[in-house]
């Protein structure tokens, strides 16, 4: 993620620097400086932004789970975190989630596939 979108999501969640950095444990410094680029924005934040932001989405309806959009197998699914604990509109944020057949195990490894999938991008509006 980079700053412009780092603004765009605080924005789209109608929190001020000062709110966004209490959500993150963070410090406002740290928020000012991912807003700014002097800083690389860690994982975990990126991620528990597009965690609220989901939830903002998800508040208004949840779409049809992943396994359905994306129309896996029966025996891919069933190996499938997400569908394990039927929470389909979450499969990006799951770790261990067989998309393309195979486990991705990092955050950086999957949110790159995530970035690529109609689920996330439903869910998240890219």
Known sequence: ????????????LGLTQKELAQLLAASIKAVHSYEQGWRNIPENVERQLFFLISRQKT?????????????????????????????????????????????????HEKIEICRKC?????????
């Not at 993620?1 to 789209?12: A, G, P």
């Not at 992943?66 to 975190?81: E, G, I, T, V």
């Not at 109609?118 to 890219?126: E, G, N």
């Open 1 to 12: 993620m980079d700053s412009e979108k780092l603004i765009y999501y605080r924005k789209r």
């Open 59 to 107: 508040a208004l309806g949840n779409p049809k789970p992943c396994w359905m959009q994306r129309k896996c197998p029966p025996d891919r699914k069933k190996q499938c975190p997400a569908w394990k604990f039927k929470t389909g509109h979450l499969c990006w944020f799951i770790t261990g989630t067989i998309c393309e057949g195979k486990v991705r195990h990092g955050w």
């Open 118 to 126: 109609k689920v996330f991008k439903l869910i998240l509006d890219f």
